[in-house]
């Protein structure tokens, strides 16, 4: 099985992407984790150049997300919300369908006492909206975890 690790935030001690990389080292033998880069390279979503073919980096993130079996994705909360970069890369998934009934498990980091949880609804609001597959209950992790991940 092949997950595909998306970690909504470009800085580069990423506490979300630290906890996608932890998670990479808990995967099974028959299970492979590979982490999404290319968030920062995707261009500003617009319709008029949502085209065919689409930009390369924007066929580079569809493909990725055509070959997983299931996507993680786990968020910062910028101003109670997704930060762009995040909602940027899920609305050039809009009109190719790629998160279309595809297993999708959310998560959502930050060091407040509410672990990002608004930013996590917005996901998994944003996710509904793309009829991705959201299995189980989604995560949030408070800056307890933050710090064990981090140790
Ligand atoms: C512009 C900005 C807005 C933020 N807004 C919130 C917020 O609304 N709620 C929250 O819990 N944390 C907020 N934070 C704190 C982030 O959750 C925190 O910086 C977190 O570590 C970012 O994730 P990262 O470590 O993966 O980059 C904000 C941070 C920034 C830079």
Same mark, same amino acid.
């Given at each position: 099985?092949?997950? #595909?690790?998306?970690?909504?935030? =470009?800085?580069?001690?990423?506490?979300?992407?630290?906890?996608?990389?932890?998670?990479?080292?808990?995967?099974?033998? @028959?299970?492979?984790?590979?982490?999404?880069?290319? =968030?920062?390279? =995707?261009?500003?979503?617009?319709?008029?150049?949502?085209?065919?073919?689409?930009?390369?980096?924007?066929?580079? #993130?569809? $493909?990725?997300?055509?070959? *997983?079996?299931?996507?993680?994705?786990?968020?910062?909360?910028?101003?109670?919300?997704?930060?762009? +970069?995040?909602? @940027?890369?899920?609305?050039? #998934?809009?009109?190719?369908?790629?998160?279309?009934?595809?297993?999708?498990? *959310?998560?959502?980091? $930050?060091?407040?006492?509410?672990?990002?949880?608004?930013?996590?609804?917005?996901? =998994?609001?944003?996710?509904?909206?793309? +009829?991705?597959?959201?299995?189980?209950?989604?995560?949030?992790? @408070?800056?307890?975890?933050?710090?064990?991940? $981090?140790?």
């Amino acid at each position: 099985m092949e997950i #595909l690790a998306i970690a909504g935030s =470009l800085r580069i001690q990423s506490s979300n992407a630290a906890l996608v990389r932890a998670i990479a080292q808990l995967t099974s033998q @028959n299970t492979t984790l590979k982490i999404y880069d290319g =968030l920062g390279n =995707l261009p500003p979503f617009s319709p008029d150049i949502d085209t065919e073919p689409p930009p390369q980096p924007v066929s580079h #993130l569809r $493909s990725k997300i055509s070959n *997983a079996d299931a996507v993680l994705i786990c968020t910062p909360e910028y101003a109670y919300g997704m930060p762009g +970069v995040l909602k @940027n890369a899920l609305d050039w #998934l809009v009109s190719s369908g790629s998160l279309y009934q595809k297993p999708v498990a *959310a998560l959502s980091a $930050s060091p407040s006492d509410r672990g990002g949880d608004r930013a996590l609804t917005w996901l =998994l609001q944003t996710l509904t909206a793309l +009829v991705a597959t959201v299995p189980g209950q989604s995560l949030i992790c @408070n800056s307890i975890y933050k710090r064990e991940i $981090s140790e």
